[in-house]
């Protein structure tokens, strides 16, 4: 079935400094995907959607400048997180939309998380 | 959006059948019901999703009501790996982008 690779699973790093996460879907073609982040104990929090060729879509109240999105091929979007601070910890997920022959939808796949940690 | 109310918790015994309600008063005419669950430190999976018919697969059954305002998820046979944050979803492909919004979902834990 369709698979989305999310990269790194888990990182630390310094307050002040930039993280990237990548996505990529293998052996389908992504030309949207999405991003979540998740604190301990709560649920999914879209954050944005990623069109290929195209600027980020956000949802309201996440900063633009602060998590930058790069969808530059159907297969790979990127997440930073620029000068990121302690209460960026979260667990950030992307997903991409499954579809079939026909167009026919199969439901959304997700990638395993990244566990972001900033000291 | 249309939103999905579920209970916060609930147990289950291993091997027994579980049913996991999901009530969407508001659901419109377009819009789909989707299942996902989490296990921890995990992304979301894919269960099942469906429209108006009951649907099946090797993983669930989803019973949608007639007048499409509530539906149940139902695990035939509970397993341990079965744990994991249950949520329903209301998703209208016609609006919305595509994007899928998560409540808070039932958190489903199963003992042996």
């Known amino acids: 079935g369709a698979v989305v690779s999310q990269h790194p699973s888990w990182v630390i790093c310094k307050s002040g400094t930039s993280v990237k996460i990548e996505c990529r879907s293998l052996?389908?073609?992504?030309?949207?995907m999405f991003w979540y982040r998740q604190f301990p104990k709560q649920s999914l929090m879209l954050m944005a959607t990623?069109?290929?060729?195209?600027?980020?879509?956000?949802e309201q109240g996440v900063e633009k400048d602060k998590f930058l999105i790069n969808h530059a091929s159907l297969t790979l979007s990127t997440l930073t997180v620029t000068s990121a601070h302690p209460e960026d910890s979260s667990f950030y997920i992307c997903s991409a939309r499954m579809t079939g022959p026909s167009l026919l939808f199969y439901g959304y796949t997700f990638g395993s998380g990244t566990r972001l940690t900033v000291v | 959006d249309a939103k999905t109310t579920q209970p916060n918790s609930m147990e289950s015994n291993e091997e027994e059948p579980v049913h996991l309600p999901c009530n969407h008063s508001t659901i419109s005419g377009t819009d789909y019901i989707h299942w996902y669950r989490q296990l921890p430190s995990q992304g979301p999976e894919y269960v099942i999703h469906g429209l108006t018919s009951n649907v099946n697969n090797r993983m669930a059954s989803l019973a949608i009501a007639e007048d499409r305002k509530s539906s149940t998820l139902i695990l035939h046979r509970a397993t341990l790996r079965d744990a994991a944050v249950y949520y329903c979803?209301?998703?209208?492909?016609?609006?919305?982008?595509?994007?899928?919004?998560f409540g808070q979902g039932t958190e489903l834990s199963v003992k042996p």
């Open positions: 052996d389908f073609q992504a030309t949207t």
């Open positions: 990623s069109n290929e060729g195209s600027k980020a879509t956000y």
């Open positions: 979803i209301l998703r209208d492909p016609l609006n919305q982008g595509g994007k899928l919004i």
